[in-house]
């Protein structure tokens, strides 16, 4: 059974309750529960979410250094677009990383069209709503 660790960075706790227009009126606990029955017996799903840019450097590199995770879907909000350091604790770490947006980031402000992670990152999955955090552990699954 794959070990996926979800990690969600600044804002994301508010899911259910931020702009619904852009990111939905589910909640991430709701996407948890949904992800975790679907994979049951294929799939352990750890998360966690932080507005913090070091606690979300630490959790991709305890993932790694302490073996609790097999791949790790990450949805690094805002810091997607500007932090070199989460790209650098991506490359560090031998542990594919699904980047994962809810919502289509090309289709937005310009400021969202570069990413400083894509390139260190399996792949990227974008703009299916919450499905996509979904995509991202089919992906990881499907790759082992």
């Known amino acids: 059974m794959q070990r ?3 990690i969600n960075g600044p804002n ?4 259910g309750r931020r702009e ?4 939905g009126t589910a909640s991430m606990q709701t996407c948890l529960d949904s992800l975790r029955a679907r994979y049951a017996g294929k799939a352990d799903i750890a998360y966690i979410q932080s507005n913090h840019e070091g606690d979300i450097i630490d959790a991709i590199q305890q993932a790694w250094t302490e073996g609790k995770a097999d791949g790790i879907v ?11 350091a989460i790209a650098d604790a991506i490359a ?3 542990l594919p990383v699904v980047e994962v947006h ?3 980031v090309w289709s937005r402000e310009t400021i969202r069209h570069k990413s400083l992670i ?3 990152c399996r792949g990227v999955i974008a703009g299916f709503g919450l499905g996509s ?5 089919e992906a990881l699954i499907t790759d082992n």
């Open 4 to 6: 996926i660790l979800i």
């Open 12 to 15: 994301l706790n508010l899911l």
């Open 20 to 23: 619904p227009e852009v990111y």
């Open 74 to 84: 990450l949805n690094a909000g805002a810091y997607t677009h500007t932090s070199l």
């Open 92 to 94: 560090s770490v031998a």
């Open 102 to 104: 809810i919502s289509n």
């Open 118 to 120: 894509s390139g260190v």
């Open 133 to 137: 955090y979904s995509l991202a552990v």
